[in-house]
């Protein structure tokens, strides 16, 4: 059974990097067919796609987020990361992590339980 | 970017009703739409994907159908656990998420 896991801080200063790992478990993040991605809900709205990466391929960025977001992976621990700079107000959400299963019926699959991280001085 | 555009945002039903929620693109997807269902405090849960195709352990009552731009969730017997908010997403990039529809108890 693949799990996932989100860690990192929840409170981030205006301007400054959101920086949250997701760690996986019962399964590799080498494994091909699959990338890794990242998703975020703020407080009481829906769902928005961040970016989402795989060990064979690139990553994929939303549009309104690809000068500030990066998604990589730590094939040595098996987990990867979202790095999200210059942060406002707007990126306070909760942030969640999910396999993404590529392929003719493309789906996420496996979600971490979510990571709420809010943007605040 | 294709925008999905859910109906409706909201609906009250009662046990045993047949609920159908509607998620239509902006664009042809062709058949890569999937569904999910969120509880509060909870991550989503897929329910279908690939338009129709019902995830392992997804309850029968909980079909999809559609294609080209329109794609139809129906829940054939609310039950007590149906009580969510459900999402539509589609994959090509960007991915996107429909706005989602909250099923309340009515």
């Known amino acids: 059974q693949v799990q996932l896991q989100e860690s990192g801080p929840g409170l981030v200063k205006p301007s400054e990097t959101l920086s949250l790992t997701c760690t996986v478990s019962g399964g590799s993040i080498r494994s091909g067919g699959f990338y890794w991605g990242w998703i975020r809900q703020p407080p009481g709205k829906g769902l928005e796609w961040i970016g989402s990466?795989?060990?064979?391929?690139?990553?994929y960025y939303m549009p309104s987020l690809t000068s500030r977001v990066t998604v990589s992976l730590d094939t040595s621990k098996n987990q990867f990361s979202l790095q999200l700079s210059s942060v406002t107000a707007a990126d306070t959400a909760l942030y969640y992590c999910a396999r993404l299963l590529v392929g003719d019926s493309p789906r996420f699959d496996y979600w971490g339980q979510g990571r709420l991280v809010t943007v605040s001085s | 970017a294709i925008q999905l555009t859910q109906s409706p945002s909201s609906l009250s039903a009662s046990v045993g009703d047949r609920v159908t929620i509607t998620c239509r693109a902006s664009?042809?997807?062709?058949?890569?739409l999937a569904w999910y269902q969120q509880k509060p405090g909870k991550a989503p849960k897929l329910l279908i994907y690939g338009v129709s195709t019902l995830e392992s352990g997804v309850p029968s009552r909980f079909s999809g159908s559609g294609s080209g731009t329109d794609f139809t969730l129906t829940i054939s017997s609310l039950q007590p656990e149906d009580f969510a908010t459900y999402f539509c997403?589609?994959?090509?990039?960007?991915?996107?998420f429909g706005g989602g529809t909250k099923v309340e108890i009515k």
């Open positions: 997403q589609q994959f090509h990039t960007p991915l996107t």
């Open positions: 990466t795989s060990f064979t391929g690139n990553p």
């Open positions: 664009q042809g997807i062709r058949s890569a």
